[in-house]
Protein backbone atom coordinates (compact mmCIF):
# COMPACT_ATOMS: atom_id res chain seq x y z
CA UNK A 1 0.00 0.00 0.00
CA UNK A 2 1.43 3.44 -0.97
CA UNK A 3 1.45 5.00 2.48
CA UNK A 4 3.29 8.48 1.98
CA UNK A 5 1.88 11.38 -0.73
CA UNK A 6 0.17 13.37 1.84
CA UNK A 7 1.70 15.85 4.10
CA UNK A 8 1.36 13.85 7.75
CA UNK A 9 2.98 11.07 6.59
CA UNK A 10 5.91 12.71 4.56
CA UNK A 11 6.88 14.99 7.94
CA UNK A 12 6.99 12.10 10.08
CA UNK A 13 9.45 10.24 7.77
CA UNK A 14 11.84 13.25 7.53
CA UNK A 15 11.42 13.98 10.99
CA UNK A 16 12.47 10.27 11.76
CA UNK A 17 15.48 10.71 9.61
CA UNK A 18 16.35 14.17 10.69
CA UNK A 19 16.31 15.27 6.57
CA UNK A 20 17.51 18.25 5.49
CA UNK A 21 16.41 19.57 1.62
CA UNK A 22 19.39 20.38 -1.16
CA UNK A 23 18.72 23.04 -2.94
CA UNK A 24 21.05 22.08 -5.41
CA UNK A 25 19.59 18.83 -5.77
CA UNK A 26 15.89 20.56 -6.63
CA UNK A 27 14.10 18.81 -4.15
CA UNK A 28 10.54 19.32 -4.15
CA UNK A 29 8.21 16.27 -2.83
CA UNK A 30 4.98 15.55 -4.03
CA UNK A 31 2.34 15.72 -1.29
CA UNK A 32 -0.60 15.32 -3.30
CA UNK A 33 -2.28 11.68 -3.99
CA UNK A 34 -4.70 13.00 -6.50
CA UNK A 35 -1.28 14.52 -8.69
CA UNK A 36 0.56 11.28 -8.06
CA UNK A 37 -2.90 9.01 -9.54
CA UNK A 38 -2.44 11.44 -12.07
CA UNK A 39 0.97 11.14 -13.30
CA UNK A 40 0.53 6.64 -12.97
CA UNK A 41 -2.44 6.99 -15.03
CA UNK A 42 -1.28 9.17 -17.58
CA UNK A 43 2.16 6.88 -17.78
CA UNK A 44 -0.42 4.18 -18.87
CA UNK A 45 1.72 2.26 -16.30
CA UNK A 46 0.66 -2.30 -16.48
CA UNK A 47 2.14 -4.87 -14.87
CA UNK A 48 4.50 -5.77 -17.98
CA UNK A 49 6.44 -2.11 -17.70
CA UNK A 50 9.86 -2.02 -16.88
CA UNK A 51 10.07 1.73 -15.25
CA UNK A 52 12.91 4.12 -14.88
CA UNK A 53 12.43 6.33 -12.30
CA UNK A 54 14.70 9.21 -11.95
CA UNK A 55 15.20 11.03 -8.29
CA UNK A 56 12.92 8.67 -6.25
CA UNK A 57 12.92 11.71 -3.54
CA UNK A 58 11.88 9.60 -0.04
CA UNK A 59 9.97 7.08 -2.63
CA UNK A 60 6.75 8.54 -2.77
CA UNK A 61 5.73 8.20 -6.03
CA UNK A 62 8.15 4.70 -6.33
CA UNK A 63 5.75 3.48 -4.30
CA UNK A 64 2.72 4.01 -6.27
CA UNK A 65 4.98 2.90 -9.11
CA UNK A 66 5.82 -0.15 -7.42
CA UNK A 67 1.87 -1.10 -6.91
CA UNK A 68 1.56 -1.18 -10.92
CA UNK A 69 4.35 -1.77 -12.62
CA UNK A 70 6.32 -5.13 -12.99
CA UNK A 71 10.22 -3.91 -12.19
CA UNK A 72 10.73 -0.39 -10.70
CA UNK A 73 14.56 0.77 -11.15
CA UNK A 74 14.75 3.89 -9.14
CA UNK A 75 18.03 6.41 -9.74
CA UNK A 76 18.71 9.01 -6.83
CA UNK A 77 21.92 11.28 -5.99
CA UNK A 78 21.71 12.28 -2.62
CA UNK A 79 22.80 9.38 -0.58
CA UNK A 80 21.23 10.26 2.34
CA UNK A 81 18.21 9.14 1.05
CA UNK A 82 18.91 5.88 0.52
CA UNK A 83 18.37 4.68 3.88
CA UNK A 84 15.20 6.55 3.68
CA UNK A 85 13.80 4.38 0.59
CA UNK A 86 15.15 1.29 1.68
CA UNK A 87 12.80 1.64 4.30
CA UNK A 88 9.54 3.13 2.54
CA UNK A 89 10.16 0.75 0.11
CA UNK A 90 10.91 -2.37 2.05
CA UNK A 91 7.26 -3.89 1.62
CA UNK A 92 8.45 -4.04 -2.77
CA UNK A 93 10.43 -6.30 -3.85
CA UNK A 94 10.12 -5.25 -7.37
CA UNK A 95 12.51 -2.14 -6.63
CA UNK A 96 15.93 -1.27 -7.60
CA UNK A 97 18.10 1.99 -6.04
CA UNK A 98 20.59 2.98 -7.48
CA UNK A 99 22.94 5.90 -5.65
CA UNK A 100 24.04 7.84 -8.74
CA UNK A 101 23.69 10.71 -11.07
CA UNK A 102 21.35 10.31 -13.51
CA UNK A 103 23.26 12.25 -16.69
CA UNK A 104 26.26 9.28 -15.78
CA UNK A 105 23.91 6.32 -15.91
CA UNK A 106 24.03 4.25 -18.91
CA UNK A 107 20.41 4.00 -19.91
CA UNK A 108 20.98 2.24 -22.52
CA UNK A 109 22.82 -0.61 -21.22
CA UNK A 110 20.12 -1.15 -18.71
CA UNK A 111 17.06 -1.31 -20.57
CA UNK A 112 19.37 -4.07 -22.62
CA UNK A 113 20.41 -5.94 -19.51
CA UNK A 114 17.04 -5.85 -17.37
CA UNK A 115 14.30 -5.40 -20.11
CA UNK A 116 15.83 -7.53 -22.83
CA UNK A 117 16.06 -4.54 -24.88
CA UNK A 118 12.31 -3.28 -24.91
CA UNK A 119 11.11 -0.22 -24.34
CA UNK A 120 10.77 1.20 -20.99
CA UNK A 121 8.83 4.02 -19.25
CA UNK A 122 10.58 6.84 -17.99
CA UNK A 123 8.51 8.41 -14.85
CA UNK A 124 9.59 11.47 -12.46
CA UNK A 125 9.08 14.34 -10.44
CA UNK A 126 12.53 15.66 -12.39
CA UNK A 127 14.88 17.99 -10.71
CA UNK A 128 14.27 21.04 -12.81
CA UNK A 129 17.72 22.00 -12.55
CA UNK A 130 18.50 19.26 -15.18
CA UNK A 131 15.20 18.80 -17.33
CA UNK A 132 16.60 19.61 -20.64
CA UNK A 133 19.93 17.64 -19.78
CA UNK A 134 17.85 14.83 -18.78
CA UNK A 135 15.13 14.51 -21.72
CA UNK A 136 17.55 15.58 -24.67
CA UNK A 137 20.17 12.71 -22.84
CA UNK A 138 17.35 10.15 -23.21
CA UNK A 139 16.17 10.60 -26.99
CA UNK A 140 19.45 11.35 -28.50
CA UNK A 141 21.23 8.39 -26.92
CA UNK A 142 18.47 6.42 -28.74
CA UNK A 143 18.17 4.55 -25.17
CA UNK A 144 14.83 1.91 -26.22
CA UNK A 145 11.28 3.67 -24.86
CA UNK A 146 8.01 3.69 -25.01
CA UNK A 147 6.70 7.23 -22.93
CA UNK A 148 8.51 9.75 -20.88
CA UNK A 149 6.13 11.06 -18.29
CA UNK A 150 7.47 13.81 -16.09
CA UNK A 151 6.82 16.64 -14.02
CA UNK A 152 8.75 19.72 -15.34
CA UNK A 153 8.30 23.71 -14.73
CA UNK A 154 4.91 24.34 -16.44
CA UNK A 155 6.89 26.94 -18.70
CA UNK A 156 9.66 24.38 -19.49
CA UNK A 157 6.14 22.21 -20.56
CA UNK A 158 5.22 24.86 -22.76
CA UNK A 159 8.06 25.17 -24.51
CA UNK A 160 7.92 21.60 -25.00
CA UNK A 161 4.54 21.46 -26.77
CA UNK A 162 4.02 24.81 -28.91
CA UNK A 163 5.00 25.50 -32.50
CA UNK A 164 6.15 28.47 -34.47
CA UNK A 165 5.00 31.69 -33.90
CA UNK A 166 5.12 31.61 -30.26
CA UNK A 167 7.65 33.28 -27.58
CA UNK A 168 8.31 29.71 -25.76
CA UNK A 169 9.03 27.68 -29.36
CA UNK A 170 12.70 26.91 -29.70
CA UNK A 171 15.17 24.00 -30.21
CA UNK A 172 13.91 21.95 -27.01
CA UNK A 173 10.43 22.76 -28.95
CA UNK A 174 11.92 20.88 -32.11
CA UNK A 175 13.81 18.32 -30.56
CA UNK A 176 11.21 17.16 -28.68
CA UNK A 177 8.51 17.18 -31.57
CA UNK A 178 10.99 15.00 -33.58
CA UNK A 179 11.60 12.50 -31.25
CA UNK A 180 8.00 12.40 -29.43
CA UNK A 181 4.08 13.22 -29.41
CA UNK A 182 4.22 15.49 -26.03
CA UNK A 183 0.68 16.21 -24.35
CA UNK A 184 0.70 18.30 -21.16
CA UNK A 185 -1.65 15.74 -18.74
CA UNK A 186 -2.55 18.27 -15.82
CA UNK A 187 -0.85 21.99 -14.23
CA UNK A 188 0.25 21.42 -10.83
CA UNK A 189 0.66 24.40 -8.39
CA UNK A 190 3.30 25.05 -5.87
CA UNK A 191 1.40 24.07 -2.85
CA UNK A 192 1.50 20.08 -4.34
CA UNK A 193 4.71 19.87 -3.15
CA UNK A 194 6.99 20.11 0.06
CA UNK A 195 8.91 22.69 0.28
CA UNK A 196 6.58 25.12 -2.54
CA UNK A 197 8.49 25.69 -5.93
CA UNK A 198 8.87 29.34 -6.47
CA UNK A 199 7.55 28.18 -9.96
CA UNK A 200 4.36 26.14 -11.32
CA UNK A 201 4.36 23.16 -12.59
CA UNK A 202 2.65 20.30 -15.12
CA UNK A 203 3.26 17.06 -16.18
CA UNK A 204 3.86 16.28 -19.72
CA UNK A 205 3.99 13.10 -21.40
CA UNK A 206 6.11 12.35 -24.35
CA UNK A 207 5.23 9.51 -26.59
CA UNK A 208 8.42 8.56 -28.58
CA UNK A 209 7.38 8.10 -32.57
CA UNK A 210 8.06 5.02 -34.51
CA UNK A 211 9.37 7.14 -36.88
CA UNK A 212 10.40 10.71 -36.65
CA UNK A 213 7.31 12.98 -38.49
CA UNK A 214 9.82 14.16 -40.89
CA UNK A 215 12.96 13.08 -43.14
CA UNK A 216 16.62 14.54 -42.35
CA UNK A 217 19.35 12.65 -43.92
CA UNK A 218 21.87 14.09 -41.28
CA UNK A 219 19.87 14.47 -37.77
CA UNK A 220 22.97 15.87 -35.95
CA UNK A 221 23.58 18.34 -39.04
CA UNK A 222 19.53 19.47 -38.48
CA UNK A 223 20.02 19.46 -34.87
CA UNK A 224 23.29 22.05 -34.93
CA UNK A 225 21.38 24.16 -37.97
CA UNK A 226 18.30 24.11 -35.29
CA UNK A 227 20.70 25.28 -32.03
CA UNK A 228 23.01 27.70 -34.32
CA UNK A 229 19.29 29.79 -35.47
CA UNK A 230 17.95 29.57 -32.00
CA UNK A 231 20.96 30.93 -30.65
CA UNK A 232 20.70 34.07 -32.35
CA UNK A 233 16.88 34.55 -32.14
CA UNK A 234 16.81 37.95 -32.92
CA UNK A 235 18.79 37.78 -36.16
CA UNK A 236 17.27 36.29 -39.85
CA UNK A 237 18.15 33.01 -40.26
CA UNK A 238 20.72 33.32 -43.34
CA UNK A 239 22.89 35.89 -40.56
CA UNK A 240 22.41 33.40 -37.55
CA UNK A 241 23.81 30.48 -39.38
CA UNK A 242 26.82 33.02 -40.81
CA UNK A 243 27.63 33.80 -37.96
CA UNK A 244 27.77 30.44 -35.97
CA UNK A 245 31.58 29.71 -37.10
CA UNK A 246 31.18 25.92 -35.82
CA UNK A 247 29.22 25.34 -38.56
CA UNK A 248 31.82 25.83 -40.84
CA UNK A 249 28.96 26.64 -43.81
CA UNK A 250 29.77 29.61 -46.17
CA UNK A 251 27.41 32.92 -46.53
CA UNK A 252 26.49 31.88 -50.04
CA UNK A 253 26.05 28.25 -49.68
CA UNK A 254 22.91 29.01 -46.38
CA UNK A 255 21.81 31.75 -48.54
CA UNK A 256 21.63 29.33 -51.59
CA UNK A 257 19.85 26.79 -49.32
CA UNK A 258 16.79 29.22 -47.82
CA UNK A 259 16.19 30.47 -51.15
CA UNK A 260 16.19 26.85 -52.51
CA UNK A 261 13.05 25.84 -49.50
CA UNK A 262 11.69 28.93 -51.23
CA UNK A 263 11.81 30.78 -48.06
CA UNK A 264 12.38 35.07 -48.65
CA UNK A 265 16.34 36.13 -47.20
CA UNK A 266 14.82 37.79 -44.27
CA UNK A 267 12.99 34.77 -42.86
CA UNK A 268 13.96 34.47 -38.89
CA UNK A 269 14.48 31.08 -37.52
CA UNK A 270 12.25 30.91 -35.10
CA UNK A 271 9.51 31.05 -37.85
CA UNK A 272 10.62 27.83 -39.46
CA UNK A 273 8.58 24.25 -38.85
CA UNK A 274 10.14 21.40 -38.08
CA UNK A 275 9.51 19.94 -41.69
CA UNK A 276 11.48 23.06 -42.83
CA UNK A 277 14.51 22.57 -40.89
CA UNK A 278 14.65 19.01 -42.15
CA UNK A 279 14.51 20.45 -45.70
CA UNK A 280 17.19 23.43 -45.24
CA UNK A 281 19.28 20.45 -43.83
CA UNK A 282 18.63 18.00 -46.50
CA UNK A 283 19.40 20.82 -48.44
CA UNK A 284 22.80 21.95 -46.86
CA UNK A 285 23.46 18.26 -46.58
CA UNK A 286 23.30 17.83 -50.61
CA UNK A 287 25.06 21.18 -51.16
CA UNK A 288 27.91 19.77 -48.81
CA UNK A 289 28.24 16.82 -50.63
CA UNK A 290 28.38 18.04 -54.08
CA UNK A 291 30.67 20.81 -52.67
CA UNK A 292 32.97 17.59 -51.23
CA UNK A 293 32.71 18.88 -48.07
CA UNK A 294 31.25 17.56 -44.62
N1 LIG B 1 10.17 11.77 -6.81
C1 LIG B 1 10.15 12.52 -5.58
C2 LIG B 1 8.78 13.12 -5.37
O1 LIG B 1 8.06 13.25 -6.36
O2 LIG B 1 8.43 13.45 -4.24
C3 LIG B 1 11.24 13.61 -5.54
C4 LIG B 1 11.26 14.59 -6.68
S1 LIG B 1 12.39 15.92 -6.49
C5 LIG B 1 11.67 17.15 -7.53
C6 LIG B 1 13.80 15.47 -7.48
C7 LIG B 1 14.64 14.32 -6.96
O3 LIG B 1 15.71 14.08 -7.89
C8 LIG B 1 15.29 14.54 -5.62
O4 LIG B 1 15.12 13.42 -4.81
C9 LIG B 1 16.79 14.76 -5.93
O5 LIG B 1 17.65 14.39 -4.90
C10 LIG B 1 16.94 13.89 -7.18
N2 LIG B 1 18.05 14.27 -8.08
C11 LIG B 1 18.53 15.51 -8.31
N3 LIG B 1 19.52 15.49 -9.22
C12 LIG B 1 19.67 14.19 -9.58
C13 LIG B 1 20.55 13.51 -10.48
N4 LIG B 1 21.47 14.18 -11.19
N5 LIG B 1 20.44 12.16 -10.61
C14 LIG B 1 19.50 11.48 -9.88
N6 LIG B 1 18.65 12.07 -9.01
C15 LIG B 1 18.73 13.40 -8.87
Request: hydrophobic share 45%; proline share 5%.
Amino acid sequence: MATLGNPQNTIAILQKYNFNFQKKFGQNFLIDTHVLDKIIRAAGITGEDFVLEIGPGIGTMTQYLCENARQVLAVEIDRMLIPILADTLSAYDNVEILNEDILKVDIHRIALEKNGGRPIKVVANLPYYITTPIIMGLFESHVPIDSITVMVQREVADRMQVGPGTKDYGALSLAVQYYARPEIVANVPPNCFMPRPKVGSAVIRLVRHEKPPVEAADEKLMFRLIRASFNQRRKTLANGLSNAGELGISKEMIAGAIEALGLPSSVRGEALTLEQFAGLSNIICGMLHESGGN
